[in-house]
């Protein structure tokens, strides 16, 4: 098939609302064949239902994580004070905000998710490409959280048990227990995701003032046993203000960018559901930064505390939450944990990629079918491997995670925003052919802004633990800013090779 050219020609099968909404006009027949499914298909107007609570509080949910936690206490560890670790992941989610909403604009405006949205840039086959690359880094972190989740299960029932629990027989390295701990909380999760989207946003609701009621007492039962707030605050910087602190901040900030940059490709999956624009843009700006930067101040005071107290600093809350005296503080403190990881894993780690799945084959894979998929490879990325060294594989992880799916959200901006000015052709993003079908379903371009952003991103990249060495060592001074290379080079490569395929025609 040859590069198909966009037409000037205002599609008709289509209607746009008085508030901008986007639905096929009545009559209409929804679009079927290969690239179309119901799970795939643009949500209808009035099922465009969650307001700006509803997407605030899903941020809450999911801003409030053992991994989240772990990444803010993390940068205490390394030598940072309270000022400089709320500071730098302020900053960082203040940043990440802007690709969220410029990108989760065509959520409710189209009802469509992630992988149909990649389409107009990457092609309506091409799309699979983001959509898989987006779909397994969302196994990996889903099989990590649900280790997480199911350690918390395995000391929640050992307080409740004795020892016959925690001292079990070790199978793999694990006790047994743990293992059967690890499988509940699978279960657990592919019970909620089964449901469908409105479970997910119930649970979301409740979940979401509960994690943060949870961390408020941490913060209070902490305090009690380093005798006030005072020596909290108290613990200094290892690094001062100076060049150490600026060379560790560049690669910090680019890590906290990198936790996010996941969400920042898929959260049209969510803002899909949105009332107006007003709700998904309000409700995301009052949930990330604002909630993100709270608790990570709570996660760093807590983290204070156990130096002070303990001579240490214990970043991981469950570790902290077994060193209690109290049955039901750590009881309480493990069911917050518990419903943390689970608030977290199911709506940033089942959701999306179970659309990008069905994205690959819309006619077999359905959303339950590709969540399903998400919670078998999860297990078989073997979870409990890549946690036995959480600093190294989080920070390593995520810059790489970061550099690569800048690259993507670099893409979809410029196209999206720069060629189209928002403005999409429904029925094109599902059938061969029309004008999102480029050349054989790819638009080789993205491919190439693809591929040059991420090599520039993360070639210079240290892989350890993963790995020994940098694959380009000489792009090794890009790698501590690999999120923002990642997203200007793809940027600015895509425009300038459709600037050449467009010139003397209207990109719709």
Known sequence: MTDTAPTATPPTSQLTLADGRVEFAPG???PS????????????????????????????????????????SGLIAVGMDWKQAVFTIALANVIVLIPMLLTGHAGPKYGIPFPVFARASFGVRGANLPAVVRALV??????????????????????????????????????????????IFWALQVVIIHRGMETIRRFENWAAPFVLVGAFVMLWWMSGKAGGFGPLFDQPSKLGWGADFWKLFAPALMGMIGFWSTLSLNIPDFTRYGKSQKAQTRGQALGLPTTMTLFAFLSVMVTSGSQAVYGEAIWDPVQLAAKTDSTAGLLFALVTVLVATLSVNVAANLVSPAFDFSNIAPRRINFRAGALATCVLGVLILPWKLYSDPQGYIFTWLGLVGGLLGTVAGILIADYWILRR????LADLYRAGGRYWYTGGWNWRAVVAFAAGGVLAVGGASFEPLADGRPIPALAGLADYGWAVGLGTSLVLYLLLMAQRNRGRTAV
């Open 422 to 425: 928002s403005r999409l052709d």
């Open 28 to 30: 209409t027949p929804a």
């Open 138 to 183: 969302a196994c990996g972190w889903f099989g990590i959280q649900t280790w997480i989740g199911g350690e918390a299960i395995y000391f929640l029932a050992g307080k409740l048990i004795g020892t016959g629990w925690t001292d079990a027989a070790k199978v793999g390295g694990h006790a047994w227990t743990m293992w059967l701990s690890f499988a």
């Open 33 to 72: 064949g290969p690239y179309a499914n119901e799970d795939l298909l643009p949500v209808p107007v009035e099922k465009r239902t969650w307001t700006t609570y509803n997407f605030s509080a899903l941020w809450v949910g999911m801003a409030h994580n053992t991994a989240s936690w772990t990444l803010a």
